[in-house]
């Protein structure tokens, strides 16, 4: 990002009317062209929100990083260079480097680190910190030649990684990737002693975007994606399927092939990690099973669901699986190794992220891996990342036997055996509940989304309540699905935030909710903060249905309206805990 592009960025910013995202930058350089690209890429993050960013003093790392610990921001960043740990390590200090002070150095970042470590353990209880340890090189201090590593560099770096193997243990500390920055703002392209020396900010335009760019996106985690449709022939594995025949196909050293064993095993990973893995292909059904069955293939096939093999358009299998998958287009990424099937599918689905797999370019396998891993990653995996995709294979199952039953959809859900528990422990706060209540759309009482601390505020208010509900059934767990957050008042409750996963749909789960709620806080009715948005058609359905009429802001459901519209789960299991 050039800097005129950042400043325009940042002053269209100013003109919206959403609310604030405030960032703690703290750090002991002057922030100057920094502080300009982390709000630009902050504004392209946060597409609905001004951008706010607090500075602390220049020069004072140690103090700074106290006061990110104090002040009102939505997240804090640490960024740490080797003066900020010891003047002598920079350019503008007029300290001598002789030999014998190199032990005091070492003590002196030592010391220093330390005390940095443990404010940003302070601060990470409060709020997200992105940290990001030193990004320019060392001054030739040692007597060693350039090309050998000294004691003192190597006992620096060492101090480095022990506070980085630290602090990367609290949830809510994200340490910037060296080996990404490495590879985006090569270290010889880094600083600038011409602007250290006449303003304290040591970077060079392309490093100081580079940085912001990488540290915007610890700070705003963009939602991972959910799941891959790939092709087969020349992606999955190299060669025409009908024409090779099914040991034709490769993937391995001996037939040039291995790139698509790379692949494979990224595909595999995924799989691992809770990511739908599809498959749209033009081929024979009989064939693709068998190839799907070799024992050298790198995952399990049955790591792929649904199949749609067929000679139609690839759109419209990707359209059956989005179905299938009950997941929005841009959610989803497809991989094809033809121009013109993915220009197919992006014409029908724009939403959807169409990559080129590389046949021509071996070496481009790595860049995609990087790729998927950005697309797909996440800080940390839940318990629902692991159950989702056989979740989703039980829900075909059951649709198809719902399906053969003809009709008799209250005998089936009541043969369910449904178990359902209620969570109402704040403390500590789980991480489920913000990510279901920031990513789901359909059932959601009025779209509204939370930063990180703006929801432990919320939640971690005394007057609130958070109920959690987890389900499974005779079929098998789908995880925790439900989340309603709100207020008592006498025998009113006011809910603010309810949101309920798709795979929980057609349960009558949201009923045992609010009953659980009623009886939980012995209350009349519940009030409802609803406010309606362009996707939220499920939440506005069954407010009508138990309403009689179209749901409004505000809108009220008594004890007894539940007692006599409410579907109970028939026969459950429930269990709850305080």
Known sequence: ???????????????????????????GLNPLHLGTFLAAELSLLFTDRKIEIQQGLYGDLAGNAARLGQAEADAGIVLIEWADLDARLGIRSSAGWSRTLCADIEATVRVRASEIQRMIEEACARMPVAVCFPTLPLFPISFVPGWQASSLEIELNAIMQSVRSEISRHDQVRILSSQR???????????????????GFPYRLGHASALASLLARLTRKPAPKKGLITDLDDTLWRGILGEAGIEGVSWDLDHHSQMHAFYQRMLAALAGEGVLLGIASKNERDLVEAALDRKDLALPPDAFFPLEVSWGPKSEAVSRILKTWNVGPDSIVFIDDSPLELAEVKASHPNVECIQFPTKKSTAIYDLALRLRDLFGKSAL?????????????????????EAAKGAPADFLDDLRAEISFHFDKSPLDPRALELVNKTNQFNLNGRRYTEVSWQTYVRNPATFLLIASYKDKFGPLGKVAVLAGREDGKKLHVDTWVMSCRAFSRRIEFACLGELLARFDADEIEFDFVKT?????????????????????????????????????????????
């Open 382 to 402: 839940l318990e629902e990342d692991f159950i989702r995709a056989e979740s989703i294979r039980r829900s075909y199952s059951r649709a198809s036997d719902y």
């Open 181 to 199: 920055l490495d590879a985006e703002s090569p270290i010889r392209e880094r600083l600038d002693v011409e602007s250290e020396l006449l303003t």
């Open 534 to 578: 362009e996707r939220n058609g499920p939440l506005r359905e069954f407010l009508t249905e138990l309403l009689g009429e179209a749901p409004e802001p505000g809108c009220t459901i008594s004890r007894q309206l539940l007692e006599v519209r409410g579907k109970p789960l028939q026969e459950p299991q429930e269990t709850t805990n305080g």
């Open 1 to 27: 990002m050039k800097l005129v592009e950042a400043l325009n960025i940042q002053k269209r910013a100013r003109q919206r009317n959403g609310e604030a995202f405030t960032c703690f930058l703290a750090a």
